[in-house]
């Protein structure tokens, strides 16, 4: 059987599959309840986690203009053919 990333988080935080209810409709509740507890623990997850920015062509070469060797430097680390451009003096 697949799994869904859900169904993997509710088995794994809550036992589901370890679940002793057997009444369909008590079963049906605790699903319900478990899914709602998951959806709201993951959006309060969204909320806190700090955005990581994404990384850009833009930030690379702005990193860079601020940095010791600013634009040779960038343009050594670009067109270098061997590894020891990385090493230029700072």
Known sequence: MIESRL???????MAEDQSQVRHPNAALVLGMVR????????????AVRPVKPRATARTLQKRFHHR???HARLEALLFAKSPSAWRLPR
């Open 7 to 13: 169904h993997h988080i509710r088995d794994v935080t």
């Open 35 to 46: 899914r709602l507890v998951v959806s709201f623990a993951l959006a309060w997850l969204k």
């Open 68 to 70: 010791d060797g600013g």
